[in-house]
């Protein structure tokens, strides 16, 4: 399946896969987890390549050899958090692109529920996102950031307010409600895990 790049949009858009967090509760890298058979890395790069022309790993210096011949990474580099890390990194090295973002622990996660995502872009507004079907907020971590949006999360950062999905309730977001909700199932944990594979998905 191919779908075009930038449907509404004007930036221009590429993909990151946010794979630096030390998957404490999890007990073993969330990113290498081979729900579909691959390294969950893997698949969500080929998920994102249908869409957009470049995807890159967001992760941390010493993960590096742990993702095989992949060449596109940007490495944690600046002085932030958990997920903002990885995201100001991204923005650090092109300010003026927007980034269509997804964590590595969404085992469920298809490129249908990105392409809609994508179809929805409102690049007047500072980001483009769904709802969690959790806590009915903005879900950070399955995102389309623009350079705005990433503007104010280096601000709030640099004003100790670690977390993306606090400023993305700060911020004008065009919020969509995802027809395919069930693939936002997040998996933290071992038991979460065996949920997914067990979905059969």
């Given at each position: 399946?191919?779908?075009?790049?930038?449907?509404?949009?004007?930036?221009?858009?590429?993909?990151?896969?946010?794979?630096?967090?030390?998957?404490?509760?999890?007990?073993?890298?969330?990113?290498?987890?081979?729900?579909?058979?691959?390294?969950?890395?893997?698949?969500?790069?080929?998920?994102?390549?249908?869409?957009?022309?470049?995807?890159?790993?967001?992760?941390?210096e010493d993960q590096?050899?742990?993702?095989?011949?992949?060449?596109?990474?940007?490495?944690?580099?600046?002085?932030?958090?958990?997920?903002?890390?990885?995201?100001?990194?991204?923005?650090?090295?092109?300010?003026?692109?927007?980034?269509?973002?997804?964590?590595?622990?969404?085992?469920?996660?298809?490129?249908?529920?990105?392409?809609?995502?994508?179809?929805?872009?409102?690049?007047?507004?500072?980001?483009?996102?769904?709802?969690?079907?959790?806590?009915?907020?903005?879900?950070?971590?399955?995102?389309?950031?623009?350079?705005?949006?990433?503007?104010?999360?280096?601000?709030?950062?640099?004003?100790?307010?670690?977390?993306?999905?606090?400023?993305?309730?700060?911020i004008d977001i065009?919020?969509?409600?995802?027809?395919?909700?069930?693939?936002?199932?997040?998996?933290?944990?071992?038991?979460?895990?065996?949920?997914?594979?067990?979905?059969?998905?």
């Amino acid at each position: 399946m191919t779908f075009p790049n930038n449907l509404n949009g004007t930036a221009n858009i590429k993909g990151l896969i946010l794979c630096g967090g030390y998957s404490t509760r999890m007990q073993e890298d969330k990113s290498m987890i081979a729900y579909h058979g691959v390294p969950q890395w893997k698949y969500l790069a080929e998920v994102l390549q249908q869409l957009v022309p470049e995807v890159y790993l967001s992760c941390r210096e010493d993960q590096l050899p742990g993702f095989e011949s992949y060449d596109r990474f940007i490495v944690d580099s600046v002085p932030a958090k958990g997920p903002s890390a990885g995201l100001l990194s991204a923005h650090q090295k092109e300010p003026g692109t927007a980034w269509l973002v997804v964590a590595c622990d969404l085992p469920l996660l298809s490129a249908e529920s990105l392409h809609y995502l994508l179809q929805h872009r409102n690049p007047a507004k500072a980001a483009t996102t769904f709802v969690s079907p959790v806590n009915h907020l903005a879900e950070p971590l399955i995102t389309i950031w623009e350079p705005a949006a990433l503007n104010a999360l280096k601000r709030n950062v640099e004003n100790g307010m670690n977390c993306p999905r606090k400023t993305l309730l700060n911020i004008d977001i065009e919020l969509l409600n995802n027809p395919r909700a069930e693939e936002q199932f997040n998996a933290n944990t071992p038991e979460d895990r065996d949920t997914a594979l067990k979905s059969g998905r």
